[in-house]
């Protein structure tokens, strides 16, 4: 096991002011930084731990502020806000040659750092990413599924993964719901920025897009095209994993990612 330390500190960006924000940390050597989707900062930890416990690395997994129970600034309200939240806690931290994986929202936050070109990110991986618009294929309507809904939507296997709500402790329904309030200040109810696919050429840190082929929340089509999009773009698709390949491929992506990290970045 590696060593493991969660804490919460303040970090000011421009335009926004002080942002608390709670960051567990893990292991050390190369860093990556990992930021979750809608599903919650659970459902990165385990492939956190993986991936800090398969070679030297320091793996930082930040909670978006206002998931998981946690406060989110009125003003920090886009995803282009929780990118530049991200750069700058890296250069708080003052880590370089940091890899940044995010799956779907977390995706999305990944490619808009990629997009603002911190010199601290020596490589971006875009594991199933939300924040494209594209009309052939669309991707899921989120707000109007159900748990069981999405579930089926988003697994390769549903029923290894689905959840009673019903069934839940109150707050553990109530963090749901906090996620979900935070999911869609940050997305907005299309979950998507119709601007990000052209501002795509501007990225210059090498990128890799992994995406699950059963995912029919945000298909890969949408994978394919952030790989068209980003200059020199990988793209690998996991054949048995869906919407969330850390749970369901989780050897496979850590291999996927720490691969792409001792190819094309430097630290």
Do not use: C
């Not at 530049?84 to 708080?92: F, K, M, Q, V």
């Amino acid at each position: 096991m590696t060593t493991t330390s969660t804490a919460t500190a303040t970090v000011t960006v421009d335009g926004i002011g002080p942002v608390p924000l709670t960051v567990t940390e893990r292991g050390e050597g190369r860093p990556f930084l990992v930021l979750h989707g809608g599903a919650g900062p659970q459902s990165v930890e385990g492939f956190a731990e993986l991936l800090a416990t398969s070679g030297p690395s320091q793996v930082l997994v930040p909670v978006h502020p206002g998931f998981g129970g946690t406060p989110r600034p009125p003003h920090l309200d886009t995803m282009n806000d929780l990118a530049r939240l991200y750069a700058r806690l890296l250069e708080e931290r003052d880590l370089t040659g940091v890899t940044v994986v995010g799956n779907s929202i977390g995706g999305w936050i990944a490619a808009e750092m990629a997009v603002l070109g911190s010199p601290r990110v020596s490589g971006v991986v875009l594991v199933d990413a939300a924040g494209l618009q594209i009309d052939s294929h669309p991707a899921a309507d989120f707000f109007s599924l159900t748990m069981d809904q999405v579930a089926a939507l988003s697994y390769y296997r549903p029923d290894a993964f689905r959840i009673d709500v019903a069934s839940l402790p109150e707050p553990a329904k109530a963090m749901m719901a906090g996620n979900r309030a935070a999911l869609q200040v940050y997305g907005g109810t299309a979950m998507a920025d119709p601007g990000l696919l052209g501002r795509l050429p501007s990225v210059t840190v090498p990128t890799l897009v992994v995406w699950g082929e059963a995912d029919r929340m945000i298909p890969p089509e949408h994978g394919q095209a952030y790989a068209a999009g980003i200059p020199g773009a990988q793209f690998l698709l996991i054949r048995e994993a869906g919407h969330l390949p850390q749970l369901e491929t989780p050897d496979q992506l850590a291999q996927a990612v720490r691969d792409f990290s001792q190819a094309h970045v430097a630290g």
